[in-house]
């Protein structure tokens, strides 16, 4: 694995249903995020993690969970799906070593349906 | 509340220079990100600026003036290729990245 990698690519999920995307990372980051991307808006924050066994809100976290129980996993979850749900989910990593810019890598995402 | 404000769509030329404006308010600041996305793939990353000034990169440059809320990205020799989204991305207090929505960048020969 070099960088990020989302598991499934793509996925039509009907509404009601329990849903987990992958995302795994090999770059030793401490920090790991969780977005979805929706036509004319910006990147939304779900779930961060500043390190193994921490996680947090972000901005759109209803109906999403998450956990980290190492440093290389980061699995989103959606317990019970609904078609608001829709959109392209981004996992992304950075190192909050304390020194250089903080920069977040992505992974390729995951387009979901919920229909 | 926090906020970032780019153009929603901008066109240019081949072979021309296009400038990508940027405004931002967040509580706290640790840096403005500038992000390029094609379609349908993920972000990659550009340019951080965390103190006053240019930085040049090649083709690309981006500028910050933290009194004034405000960066832009430069985009010099523009190539076909060019054509994307870029995305400002705003660090605050807790080392968050608040989004602006991203400006669509379109490419004539």
């Known amino acids: 694995i070099a960088g990020i990698t989302q598991a499934p690519t793509s996925q039509i999920l009907a509404a009601g249903r329990r849903m987990t995307l992958r995302c795994t990372q090999d770059?030793?980051?401490?920090?790991m995020y969780w977005y979805r991307q929706d036509l004319g808006l910006g990147l939304r924050l779900i779930h961060y993690?500043?390190?193994?066994?921490?996680?947090g809100k972000g901005e759109v976290p209803d109906g999403y969970s998450v956990s980290r129980a190492n440093t290389d996993d980061f699995p989103l979850t959606l317990a019970s799906a609904v078609p608001s749900q829709t959109s392209v989910y981004f996992c992304?990593?950075?190192?909050?070593?304390?020194?250089?810019?903080?920069?977040?890598?992505f992974g390729p995402g995951t387009r979901l349906t919920v229909l | 509340g926090q906020n970032i404000d780019q153009p929603t769509e901008m066109t240019a030329t081949e072979g021309a220079i296009v400038q990508i404006n940027c405004t931002y308010q967040?509580?706290?600041?640790?840096?403005l990100f500038w992000y390029q996305q094609h379609a349908g793939e993920a972000p990659t990353f550009l340019s951080y600026n965390v103190l006053d000034g240019l930085e040049e990169k090649g083709r690309f440059s981006s500028f910050l003036s933290r009194s004034k809320g405000y960066s832009y990205l430069l985009l010099k020799e523009l190539q076909m290729k060019d054509s994307a989204s870029y995305l400002c991305?705003?660090?605050?207090?807790?080392?968050?990245?608040?989004w602006g929505a991203g400006t669509k960048l379109i490419i004539k020969p």
């Open positions: 967040t509580s706290g600041f640790n840096g």
């Open positions: 770059m030793r980051h401490n920090a």
């Open positions: 991305a705003a660090m605050d207090s807790n080392y968050q990245l608040i």
């Open positions: 993690s500043n390190t193994a066994g921490t996680t």
């Open positions: 992304a990593s950075s190192d909050h070593s304390g020194s250089g810019s903080n920069e977040q890598f």
